[in-house]
């Protein structure tokens, strides 16, 4: 009899086991080896945008800099300017070798937040419209978050002069003030379309701030500015000479 009971009891238990492994769902397996290069482009990739940042420490990372170059501290900002170009472009180029061989490197491959290294990359290349769409795809199926690719959608609308949705790209020019005779640094938050209710989209999309908050640690207090104004300051700014210290 406790044969008979046993072997009714292991009838009874196996299918569901078996039921409750094909349920289990299988987590992915990173690429571990793909990952650590990506966190290691992204520490490149912040290097010289760290040195430029401004703050109360600026001159004294400009003095150090100056110091390691051998260069006087007034060249140091058109100096970090082109090693950060350099290196932004070895990192565009390496990371589209990445997407030919895997396709986006998003959420399931590596994980976050090194999913969004490749993205940034993007984002600080020319290649914005060629890899907007992809983007986009991988925004959809969860693999990179949405409002990363609302903050990629307006930095490509604002390259193409028109107005951004959600307000997250700020711009600044120097433009000459007819009075002093000298230039003046004017900065403010690129136009948006629709700007009366872009704290709703930003909302909707992700973004934890608002467009107000977003200016402001921008260094920028935030006005509504039409596309018109914004292109007369341009246009300012390109036609004026230089300004000379």
């Not at 983007?135 to 903050?151: I, N, P, Q, S, T």
């Not at 948006?192 to 200016?215: C, Q």
């Amino acid at each position: 009899m406790p044969t008979i009971r046993l072997a009714l009891i292991l009838t009874v238990l196996l299918p569901a086991l078996c039921a409750a492994c094909r349920s289990t769902p299988t987590q992915p397996t990173l690429n571990l080896r793909l990952k650590r290069e990506l966190d290691s482009i992204e520490v490149v990739d912040q290097r010289y945008r760290k040195l430029m940042m401004g703050g109360t420490t600026m001159n004294s990372r400009f003095d150090s800099v100056a110091r390691a170059a051998g260069i006087p501290p007034e060249q140091v900002g058109p100096y970090l300017s082109r090693r950060m170009s350099a290196q932004d472009s070895t990192n565009v180029v390496r990371i589209a070798q990445i997407i030919d061989q895997y396709g986006y490197p998003g959420r399931t491959l590596v994980g976050t937040p090194t999913n969004e290294v490749a993205l940034l990359v993007i984002q600080h290349s020319t290649r914005i419209p060629q890899y907007l769409p992809l983007v986009k795809h991988m925004a959809d199926k969860g693999e990179v978050d949405f409002y990363l690719y609302a903050r990629m959608l307006d930095r490509h609308l604002m390259y193409q002069g028109q107005e951004q949705i959600y307000g997250t790209q700020g711009c600044g020019y120097s433009v000459p003030n007819p009075t002093t005779g000298q230039h003046d640094w004017i900065k403010f938050i690129w136009p948006i379309k629709d700007a009366a209710h872009v704290n709703e989209r930003r909302k909707k999309a992700g973004f934890d701030s608002t467009v107000e908050a977003n200016a402001q640690r921008l260094g920028i207090q935030y006005k509504p500015m039409t596309l018109d104004e914004a292109k007369r300051i341009e246009q300012a700014a390109k036609a004026a000479p230089p300004s000379h210290p």
